[in-house]
């Protein structure tokens, strides 16, 4: 992982995200891009400068976030984007490419309805780069059970499995697989990707209303450090295709959770 995305919103807590990302990366020497978006519409004000001034806002606030955080022996770079959250990141990684994004869900707070808020959603929904949610004030330890869960086994690209390769591999790390049998499953579902199950080490089959419930039913019992989910219109994060924000009655994790890349619908 070469470059890795952090967004940064208007939480306080921003930098407890971007120290653990620095933490992240420092395993694989990765670098850290960290991003603000703003929009200034051409109508916005007489001021020929505005744009200007508030590039010039947004970086110092970049860097005082940047300063809170051990940097360890990474390379954090600011970058800045006039424009909407999704293009902003699609065309900071069409230019440097981004192996990874890393943000934290809204709240952890049980009373806060949303997990992802309009911007983190935004982001896991209508990008195709793997990202990883960090609940908020978590700090980063290697993941030695990752529990990967799925509704069909058939990937579209086997490099799709990169990051969790590369995680696995990093840390020695136990990939448990949980194929949850949603209605209508086919039998084409049921046949499991070869280079997901060369990096496994168990297999599970539950049935199931949806993949989330079914993440439900075995999550206690497996004790994952880190979940691994497929971004696709039709699984996991189903609903996510429908309107920017997610629930936490749709979906909710107490440890990170690995959002791979779209799979064959």
């Not at 955080?69 to 440097?96: F, H, M, P, Q, R």
């Not at 949610?133 to 529990?147: D, E, H, M, N, R």
Request: with cysteine; aromatic share 8%.
């Amino acid at each position: 992982m070469k470059n890795i995305l952090v967004p940064i919103g208007t939480s306080p807590d921003s930098h407890e995200t971007l120290q653990y990302a620095v933490d992240f990366a420092t395993q694989f020497s990765s670098e850290i891009y960290v991003m603000e978006v703003f929009s200034v519409s051409a109508n916005a004000g007489t001021l020929s400068n505005v744009s200007g001034k508030i590039t010039e806002n947004s970086i110092e606030r970049l860097k005082e976030i940047i300063e809170k955080v051990d940097a360890k022996d990474i390379v954090i770079k600011i970058a800045t984007y006039n424009g909407g959250i999704v293009s902003g990141v699609k065309d900071i990684d069409k230019e440097l490419g981004i192996d990874l994004i890393i943000i934290s869900p809204k709240s952890n707070d049980i009373k806060e309805g949303l997990f992802l808020g309009n911007t983190s959603g935004k982001i896991v929904k209508q990008t195709n780069i793997p990202s990883l949610i960090v609940p908020k004030g978590s700090v980063f330890a290697p993941y030695k059970t990752i529990l990967t869960a799925f509704k069909s086994g058939v990937l579209k690209r086997n490099r799709i499995l990169i990051p969790l390769i590369q995680i696995k591999k990093k840390f020695s790390s136990v990939v448990n697989l949980l194929l949850v049998k949603t209605p209508g499953y086919t039998d084409a579902d049921l046949k499991i990707n070869t280079a997901l199950m060369d990096i496994s080490s168990q297999l599970t089959l539950t049935e199931n209303a949806t993949t989330y419930l079914g993440v439900l039913e075995h999550f206690q019992a497996q004790h994952p450090d880190l979940l691994c989910v497929f971004r696709r219109r039709r699984g996991f994060f189903k609903t996510l295709w429908e309107k920017n924000t997610i629930s936490k009655e749709e979906f909710y994790s107490p440890v990170p959770v690995l959002v791979l890349s779209v799979k064959k619908d």
